[in-house]
T-cell receptor, first 112, second 115 residues
Framework: QKEVEQNSGPLSVPEGAIASLNCTYSDRGSQSFFWYRQYSGKSPELIMFIYSNGDKEDGRFTAQLNKASQYVSLLIRDSQPSDSATYLCAVIWMDSSYKLIFGSGTRLLVRP | GAVVSQHPSRVICKSGTSVKIECRSLDFQATTMFWYRQFPKQSLMLMATSNEGSKATYEQGVEKDKFLINHASLTLSTLTVTSAHPEDSSFYIC???????????FGPGTRLTVL
């Protein structure tokens, strides 16, 4: 069964803090991992993708991937109130076809 | 990033009518497009995968005769909700796969309300 698991939250952090969002997945064969941000009533917006084990940094965002543990995370440094949104982890499944499977999302609240 | 447009952004219709939603990739060719549905406070659920020039692949539980998908060109896919009912009211979001970058970009979504 294909599963992407996320804690639904809400995760509440003060402005300026580091927000840490976590995701686990069940398919050991998965190679591509994505983080999307979704504001209420809007469609998802791609933040980052990561394919290799380790860290990938882009501005205030760092994605971390550990394939052995089937774990991917997103760190947001210097969190801002505008970062308050739902963050969706997504994994590409390559069985009989290409599919992007989403976790249920973690709601992040950044307190001013 | 790549741009995917969706039209209309919002539609209200009477029960029993059909509604067509268009999804276009504006600056890349998308051989594969996807249609998702999202109910309030829930995650995106993949409905079907649309491949240019061939039949769509539907996920389990999605009625192919009710949700008609056409992918006539490398930049356009359409979803038609036939004989819509109130329970079909939802946020429908398309996405297009950029094969070069192996990423998916989402359209802005269409909010469908069936009265």
């Amino acid at each position: 069964q294909k599963e992407v698991e996320q804690n639904s939250g809400p995760l509440s952090v003060p402005e300026g803090a580091i927000a840490s969002l976590n995701c686990t997945y069940s398919d050991r064969g998965s190679q591509s991992f994505f983080w999307y941000r979704q504001y209420s009533g809007k469609s998802p917006e791609l933040i980052m993708f990561i394919y290799s084990n380790g860290d990938k940094e882009d501005g205030r965002f760092t994605a971390q991937l550990n394939k052995a543990s089937q774990y991917v995370s997103l760190l947001i440094r210097d969190s801002q109130p505008s970062d308050s949104a739902t963050y969706l982890c997504a994994v590409i499944w390559m069985d009989s076809s290409y599919k992007l499977i989403f976790g249920s999302g973690t709601r992040l609240l950044v307190r001013p | 990033g790549a741009v995917v447009s969706q039209h209309p952004s919002r539609v209200i219709c009477k029960s029993g009518t059909s509604v067509k939603i268009e999804c276009r990739s504006l600056d890349f060719q998308a051989t594969t497009m996807f249609w998702y549905r999202q109910f309030p406070k829930q995650s995106l659920m993949l409905m079907a995968t649309s491949n240019e020039g061939s039949k769509a692949t539907y996920e389990q539980g999605v009625e192919k005769d009710k949700f008609l998908i056409n992918h006539a060109s490398l930049t356009l896919s359409t979803l038609t909700v036939t004989s819509a009912h109130p329970e079909d009211s939802s946020f429908y979001i398309c996405s297009a796969r950029d094969r070069e970058l192996d990423t998916q970009y989402f359209g802005p979504g269409t909010r469908l309300t069936v009265l």
